[in-house]
């Protein structure tokens, strides 16, 4: 497994969109998750979404209204389309991959953590 590498961030005006990538090479197996945290200055890490190869996809409450993970499995990337983006959701976006997740965000669960790439939404 390699280390997952976040890109596609960037500034956007409220109410745009952006789509990141997260190259993950190395996930092939039921039950390896690769996962969207996203941290905002002065606040804790949190998760956003996640896919658990073989068992689905899951969401943080409140996120899967405006934010939808998906995955292109030839090129080993998963994506994360985010809608409707709003000042509160400037952070930055970490991928991150555990073998087992069962569908949570624990943090201390996922070992292998890609740099980050920073969404900055401005109003």
């Known amino acids: 497994r390699e280390q997952p590498v976040e890109s596609g961030g960037g ?17 092939y197996f039921s039950g390896d998750c690769i996962t969207w945290f996203r ?12 896919i ?29 389309h985010m809608d409707n983006l709003k000042p509160e959701d400037t952070a930055t976006y970490y991928c991150a991959a ?11 669960q996922y070992d292998l953590w890609g740099p980050g790439t920073q969404v900055t939404v401005f109003s």
Not at 39 to 50: D, H, I, L, T
């Open 39 to 50: 941290q905002a200055p002065g606040k804790s890490r949190e998760g956003v979404a996640g």
């Open 52 to 80: 658990a190869i073989g068992d689905g996809e899951f969401y943080a409450d409140s996120m899967n209204d405006r934010f939808t993970i998906s995955r292109d499995r030839p090129r080993n990337v998963i994506y994360l």
């Open 11 to 27: 500034s956007v005006q409220a109410g745009g969109s952006l789509k990141l990538s997260c190259k993950a090479t190395g996930y």
């Open 98 to 108: 555990t073998k087992f997740c069962n569908h949570e965000f624990r943090i201390s």
